[in-house]
């Protein structure tokens, strides 16, 4: 069971992982934004960071940058979860620090397979 912060600005998306999630024993908080999703890492120190890309204001990338850059949270492993399917999607995302990058619509079986491989369960 980990403590897992959803970063998406979509309620429908955000509602449909935290199901995902919860019914995989995980607890679930979330924030509609980057701004709000590097606030809520600091305060809330979560086991992992399901991030979207795009968002109004600082996007999944630059979110995920400045998470890795900080001592604070550098150490919480995050998978970008994103309609941005393209391999030079994949591979800036990870180049800004992800531990995965998973498409959307979310598979639950691959969600769930990268939540315990990047988690180490």
Do not use: C
Not at 53 to 78: C, E, H, W, Y
Request: no cysteine.
């Amino acid at each position: 069971m980990a403590r897992v912060l959803i970063v998406d600005d979509s309620p429908a998306e955000a509602h449909s992982l935290t199901k995902i999630l919860e019914k995989n024993g995980h607890q679930v908080i979330t924030a509609p934004d980057g701004e709000s999703g590097i606030a809520s890492a600091k305060a809330n120190t979560p086991d992992l960071i399901l991030m979207d890309v795009v968002m109004p204001g600082l996007n999944g990338f630059q979110a995920t940058r400045q998470l890795k850059k900080d001592s604070g949270t550098s150490a919480i492993p995050i998978i970008i979860v994103s309609t941005k399917s393209q391999a030079t999607d994949r591979v800036w995302g990870m180049r800004q620090g992800a531990n995965d990058y998973i498409t959307k619509p979310v598979d639950e079986s691959a969600l769930v397979e990268s939540i315990n491989n990047v988690l180490g369960s």
